[in-house]
């Protein structure tokens, strides 16, 4: 079992800066693959940014340039810096686990249904 939870949420301006953080716990380790997903009212779960057990990683077109994704050797924390944020990058972020993928070194991410582990959301609002 793994648990996972997100924090660093909060209200932005535009152009502003968050960094989120996903504290994971239990059965975690370094070949885990990890995700954040954000998902705005009305709309699906979107896949944001992943990092793989060798440290690779995936930025969604919509964010890349913008969004950091890093984590310490045994993922148990990983981070999403975010810069220059728009208004609509509104969305609850979720932080996910997914033990064992190594796909990920490959260029290949789970989809939002593979991830076996979900924190339960931080809110980050870019608002004016």
């Known amino acids: 079992q793994v648990q996972v939870a997100e924090s660093g949420g909060g209200l932005v301006q535009p152009g502003g800066s968050l960094r989120l953080s996903c504290a994971a716990s239990?059965?975690?380790?370094?070949?885990?693959?990890m995700g954040w997903f954000r998902q705005a009212p009305g709309k699906e779960r979107e896949r944001v940014s992943c990092?793989?057990?060798?440290?690779?990683?995936f930025y969604a077109d919509s964010v890349k340039g913008r969004f950091t994704i890093s984590s310490d050797s045994a993922k148990s924390t990983v981070y999403l810096v975010m810069n220059s944020l728009k208004l609509e990058d509104t969305a609850v972020y979720y932080c996910?686990?997914?033990?064992?993928?190594?796909?990920?070194?490959?260029?290949?991410?789970?989809?939002?249904?593979?991830?076996?582990?979900w924190g339960q959301g931080t809110q980050v609002t870019v608002s004016s």
């Open positions: 996910a686990a997914e033990p064992n993928w190594a796909l990920g070194d490959h260029g290949l991410w789970p989809t939002v249904e593979e991830y076996d582990y």
């Open positions: 990092i793989s057990a060798s440290g690779n990683t």
């Open positions: 239990g059965s975690i380790s370094s070949a885990d693959t």
